[in-house]
């Protein structure tokens, strides 16, 4: 995909170690990439990424993941910062839309980029904050609590799917195994609750995702994964719209440092947006 309009911009599907020079970018923008990302994140669509090149060296990247027929999501939009408003971002960013087909497509905004969104036929669904801190430790785990082998990969994959706009077993089988990530369920008279997973990052452990049916199966998680950073500062992507996440982030001393809407270009399928106590990742949903 040769676009001579912008300086012989060559948009191509992108490797991983493509993908480690975008993390990189990322990287430099604060977003705090975890660090083995990117292999679950081509698990679950090898075809969804994108890079642009200039005489060979890259210069522009995105992503468009599909999860089945009907739903897909963009992250990582990016253009090196030197080469910024010669429209190598756009040309890239159709080129990656292209992928995802007739599909609804989600993604989660910054605010400098909201308008240019809402051009592009996203409409906002809900804000989402990045709450970062250490967390207190504490005292008495809580005994429901236990690894995510416990609770049996196929009902990790439906309580995952009912948290979500699509399913993504795939993605999740690699994430749960990463290297680096501790996972984590909660199981109440034989009933998984909830689940979480922590993951090492750039600048601070990430939580992603949080998943719990209650404020008190997701708090449990949540302290029993503090435990495992070991008073590290910890992250974690908070929906706005579960006021019941956003005060068990403030209730742990967390504090926000910045915000993206979670944005759509059409209908999604119904999920338990209640459950959703920490998005799994900015730039996959």
Sequence with gaps: MTDSAH?????????????????????????NPGLADAPSFFAQDPEGFFVGRVDGAPVSAVSVVNYGERYA?????????DLRGRGYGLATWQAGLAHAGGRTVGLDGVPDQQDNYR??????????LRYIGPLPAVDVPDRHVRPVEAAGLRALMAYDSACLPADRPRFLESWLAAPGHRSLARIVDGRLTGYGVLRPGRD?????????????DAEALLDALAAEADGAPVAMDVPESNPAAVALAEARGMKPT???????T???????????????TLELG
Excluded at 19 to 25: D, E, F, H, I
Excluded at 73 to 81: D, I, K, N, S, T
Excluded at 119 to 128: D, E, I, K, L, P
């Design 204 to 216: 601070a452990r990430r939580v992603g995702p949080l998943f719990a049916d209650t404020r008190e």
């Design 258 to 264: 910045f915000d993206t809407a979670r944005m759509y």
């Design 73 to 81: 999501f963009l992250g990582f939009y990016l253009v090196r910062p």
């Design 7 to 31: 300086g012989g911009l060559v948009v191509s599907r992108a490797t991983l170690d493509d993908w480690r020079v975008v993390t990189g970018w990322a990287a430099d923008e604060g977003w």
């Design 119 to 128: 051009r592009s036929g996203f409409q906002r669904r809900h804000g989402t």
């Design 266 to 280: 059409g209908p999604v399928r119904d999920f338990a947006e209640e459950r959703v106590f920490g998005v799994t």
